[in-house]
């Protein structure tokens, strides 16, 4: 048999930070021929992810995933990073599954492939005309990953290369608990000495320990961090981590938090929540879409008039910046910015605040390319019984703002955290 | 003491290929601030190696590597790259080092960093004010590395990742002998399935198997895997590795190399080369420089005008690149370019030959961003094994000009021979 030309991917680079693009091109094809790319990851939960779009090649036979149009997939149009973002579990998979990487001294390794004609389904078990395995990273060499279990506190603390010092950050997640690494992991690989937090155990919220000691002596653990520049100690919380930043801004008066990045949270708790642990969780409130999915943005509305039964921002002396998902189910996160505009107005401090709300954006806003989830199953914390929550977004506009959000939160924090008005450093 | 910010260094991209360029930014400076930027890399043979160059900040207080001046170091001017290829060992090492990675399933890391001021010397002593380690690799993800002991022959093969089939390449080095995998694994980075061979062990050249079967054997166990396209296999040397190819091109009845890239070698060696492994080794005409390295690129000049004592070019059926220095010390590589082209335009076939010759370019034209070695030690395949320091030529900016530009060249030839067809594209 005759062996003619292979058609040729290349992407570039085939190792990379998960926040950065890669090139993608298909050469030696037949001119306007159909071919299909396709993105397959293995997930440490022995899941299969895929992404898939529909092109043609070019008089040259070439095909750009960076210059042209994708016309059916996963995702249409010019999107470069199309076959990252729109990932999905393949057909068949479980449902309600969140990609979320646990061990990140590994790149997560995605295979790129391509496949003659426009096709939808089937993709393991034909031969692709071409493959190329490319490794994304949560960590740049010389990070320094230590296990924090000091004085109460558990986390992992991450430093960037180098002598430093650093700024440093205070990264909680939300409310499904555990210890998340990968984004305490990124931020260290673009300078920043990260600290993410474990405060309680998944779905054992209720014997959470949400004192404010608690969380007072993790940023202090990151403060007195002889790699650590004091004074440019910061912030960064997602969901109920957000409610925590907000909670620790404005009542603390043991730390002084340089800024604070506040995902998809509100304020909308009184200040029982760092004393008994206790959020609202009225069950009348909650709702279920036409999938039985369940909607939780209702609990905590409508906005109470009453300031003891919010956060008290107005006692907020460092900058923030709010992110949030105009589609958020889970949390209403517009409804509850607007009222810390306002009460931010009266308490006299609204220059400190700035807000990004991005359009049918949901509640998970992660780093960038990682793939959008409307919906994933979580255990309910007393019950553990399997319930699906609804977060909100649809997929492009959300990872669009996930690109978007993450530049932005990272020329925040280099504002705040590393750029200066005082003189520059002396040597 | 009060903590300031201290300045901020990066590397993009902190991990890459060995040929891939990076950018390297400091900012936070004070502005119009004296600094060293500064390269360390601990080599497989346990010798520290290291490049620096001196920067001024702008009023901003930023450094781009990339964008601004050198204005002193191992290298000077606009040189994005100056801090791999001006690398040379640290003072006080050992001397007449060479930098040749042998395991390339791991990355080289190299530590970037900034000191304070032009320094020049005692790096290892100082702390600098910020440093990141990037990786350097010779091997993309995928890329499968199979060791061949095969018919007898001694190599590493690389494929690309993916099902293939994908064209192939015999890579042969030079006269140093023994196995280095490090251009294959990087040609297969690059899409093409590459055999590193090995033909004699080090310093040991008077027994090497320099028969043409085995060179013979071993393009055949490329041309007949199956993951390689039959008819796109080509062959790549380096100095000795090319006068094998020159041969091999020329007088193979059974092999049909599809293209040759033929790197600082020459055709003046008698067909008598695969058959007894004589190489041309008169002492007289060795010379020495000022520092008594050993120049030899007289030992087969004059060019001989009897073509019976060199390998016939006339007989050249295959697309040929080659690639020279005119500073080669070791090789007449530009004369035996000049008589090549002679012989193959009497012999017809002068529309098959392309010649790069680069300009204050020595023998070793290595991968881009490689230091350039103009002298380092060698064992002499005799016998007695001495150990001398050998010429190669070359001066380092121009010398990494000529690597950086030819080895765009290169894979542009090789792909234009073996990946673009003119017949009709891959049906499917």
Known sequence: MSQTISPVLSVVPTRALVDETFK????NLPPASPVTLHALLY???KDYWEAYGHYVSDHRG????????????????KEAMGLLWSMRPEPGSRTGLRLRKREVTSPMLVHISVYSGHITEGFRKQSPLASVPTERWYMAPGVQRIEIKEKGVRGTFFIPPGPGPF?????????????????????ASHGYASLALEYFSPSELQSADLQIQYFETAFNIIKDHPQVIPDKVGILGLSLGTMLAFNLVAESTKIKPRCCVCISGHHLVSNRLMIDGSLPNDPKKLRFDENNYLIRRDVVLPVPSDPSQKIDVRN??????????DDDQNSPTVEAAEDIGNMMRSGGNLHLLSTLTYPDT???IEPPYSPHFRATTVRAPRTKEKVMILWGGQTKPHSDAQEDSWRKILAYLHHHLYSSTTPKAKM
């Not at 993608?24 to 050469?27: G, H, I, P, S, Y």
């Not at 960076?66 to 997939?73: I, N």
């Not at 907020?316 to 998902?325: A, F, S």
């Open 43 to 45: 997930s440490e939960d």
């Open 362 to 364: 949901g509640h998970l």
């Open 62 to 77: 070439t095909v750009s995933v960076a210059e042209d149009m994708s016309l059916g997939g996963t995702y249409t149009g």
């Open 167 to 187: 700024p440093g950050l205070l990264d909680m997640w939300g409310g499904r608990g555990g210890l998340l690494e990968y984004r305490s992991a990124l931020l």
């Open 24 to 27: 993608m091109v298909v050469e």
């Open 316 to 325: 907020i002396k460092c900058p923030m910046l709010l992110v949030n998902g």
